[in-house]
């Protein structure tokens, strides 16, 4: 099993900075692709980024260039980094992981509880 706490959510202007972190615990391995999801109200769960056990990334078009994600293998730690954000980010923002390492939306299987982001114009 693996457990996953998320945090660093929070209110910020449009065009403001924010970053994510999301604390693995338990059966821990570099061996899994990690990802941050994210659900808006009333819209569905759509993935923002995704980083394999080699660090190769993944970022949905919407972020690139605008968010970076990146993990700390020795502290167990994946980060979201979001910079110029807009209205349109605000969501419940959620990390994932694929214990099989494939970054396959449908072997994530472990799931953190959340994170809002709220971000205003």
């Known amino acids: 099993q693996l457990q996953l706490v998320e945090s660093g959510g929070g209110s910020v202007q449009a065009g403001g900075s924010l970053t994510l972190s999301c604390a693995a615990s338990?059966?821990?391995?570099?061996?899994?692709?990690m990802g941050w999801f994210r659900q808006a109200p009333g819209k569905e769960r759509e993935e923002v980024a995704v980083i394999d056990s080699d660090s190769s990334t993944t970022y949905a078009d919407f972020v690139k260039g605008r968010f970076t994600i990146r993990k700390d293998d020795a502290d167990n730690i994946l980060y979201l980094q979001m910079n110029s954000l807009e209205v349109d980010d605000t969501a419940m923002y959620s990390c994932?992981?694929?214990?099989?390492?494939?970054?396959?939306?449908?072997?994530?299987?472990?799931w953190g509880q959340g994170t809002q982001v709220t971000v205003s114009s």
């Open positions: 338990g059966n821990t391995h570099s061996g899994y692709c």
């Open positions: 994932a992981a694929d214990p099989t390492g494939l970054c396959v939306r449908s072997r994530f299987v472990y």
